[in-house]
């Protein structure tokens, strides 16, 4: 027997198994067509289709107009790419924000012009003992 | 441009097809009519206005990429999901062949002993079908079932019909192979 005769008479098989479906399966069947037709595409006055984007369906055999997909992949990408360029600035901007506040802090310190009440801190004479050895 | 009717008629067609294949694919049938019905959404919605010769194979690749996106979803989510929908096939050592014999009858005038042998076999082929491996079935049944040719078949599946060819020899001879040591000869 060829690969050809073996192929029909499987799928005399499988049609036969396709044909012995239960009721419950049948009708579910029957309802998903029913809605599925409700919901048939009619031919407007613009039918031209651009080409499917092949590129975006890798993984799957490319369906025609699949071009769509790659329009989901854009609308994932695009969020998450603008949260972390939004993350990478404000972590910029609260660093040069600190950097400002101990460089007024130092030219404070330096001109004398700091209240006398942080002289008298204990913090801040631990931070400065702390930091002595690091600046020399 | 394909009217209701030819829509209806078509997918009222290939429905019960489209079905065995998720099954044999995904071996769940919940899962199976969730994927015929999205593809069948999705050739009212975005194809229903093609003409209705090209509806097959259109609705062939929308039926092939539904799967993929089921496996592909299933295997985001857990895998342990994937393993719970496997045990749940019809491999069942339990299953009682009785239930099977039951729930046929309804629907067959034949209840002899002959015709109880009859769907044994073709549950045995059924079941060796989706033992095949993924691209094998797909190229088998495209080819066979779904009496595509084989350049339709490798643009169905997205291959080359070096490959189809190559899919559907093994799919035919490790089949051959399975239903002979299980006693059946076609």
Redesign the interface.
């Known amino acids: 027997m060829n690969d050809d005769e073996f192929g029909f008479r499987i799928r005399q098989a499988l049609n036969e198994g396709a044909e012995r479906l239960d009721y419950k399966t049948v009708l579910r069947l029957e309802k998903a067509r029913a809605a599925a037709l409700a919901r048939q595409r009619h031919a407007g006055p613009e039918t031209v289709r651009l080409p499917a984007f092949q590129a975006a369906t890798a993984g799957g055999p490319a369906e025609p107009g699949g071009g769509r997909r790659w329009l989901f992949g854009a609308a994932w990408v695009t969020p998450i790419l603008a949260l972390t360029i939004g993350f990478v600035a404000i972590g910029q901007w609260q660093n040069d924000r600190e950097i400002a506040r101990l460089a007024a802090l130092d030219f404070a310190v330096l001109l004398d012009d700091g209240p006398l009440e942080t002289y008298a801190d204990r913090g801040f004479g631990v931070m400065l003992q702390a930091e002595r050895p690091t600046t020399r | 441009?394909a009217t209701?009717e030819e829509?209806?008629e078509f997918?009222?067609g290939v429905?019960?097809?489209a079905?065995?294949q998720a099954m044999f694919a995904v071996r769940d049938?919940s899962h199976a009519?969730d994927i015929?019905?999205e593809a069948?959404?999705k050739?009212?919605?975005?194809?229903?206005?093609?003409p209705a010769a090209e509806l097959p194979l259109?609705f062939t690749?929308?039926l092939?990429?539904a799967t993929?996106?089921f496996f592909?979803r299933t295997k985001v989510r857990s895998t342990w999901v994937t393993l719970f929908s496997a045990l749940g096939s019809d491999d069942d050592p339990d299953a009682d062949p009785l239930e099977t014999l039951e729930?046929?009858g309804?629907?067959?005038a034949e209840s002899s002993e002959a015709a109880y042998g009859?769907?044994q076999?073709?549950?045995i082929?059924?079941e060796e079908?989706a033992r095949l491996p993924a691209r094998q079935r797909e190229a088998?049944?495209l080819?066979?079932?779904e009496d595509l040719d084989t350049a339709e078949t490798a643009?169905?599946?997205?291959c080359s019909e070096g490959s189809v060819k190559t899919h559907?020899?093994r799919a035919?001879h490790a089949?051959?192979k399975a239903l002979k040591e299980r006693g059946i000869s076609?």
Not at chain 2, 155 to 158: L, R, V
């Open positions: 441009m209701r829509l209806s997918l009222a429905e019960r097809r079905f065995k049938e009519l015929v019905q069948m959404m050739i009212a919605e975005k194809y229903g206005d093609r259109i690749r929308i092939q990429n993929h996106d592909r729930a046929a309804d629907t067959r009859r769907e076999i073709v549950a082929i059924e079908v088998f049944l080819r066979y079932w643009a169905a599946m997205g559907c020899s035919t089949l051959a076609l």
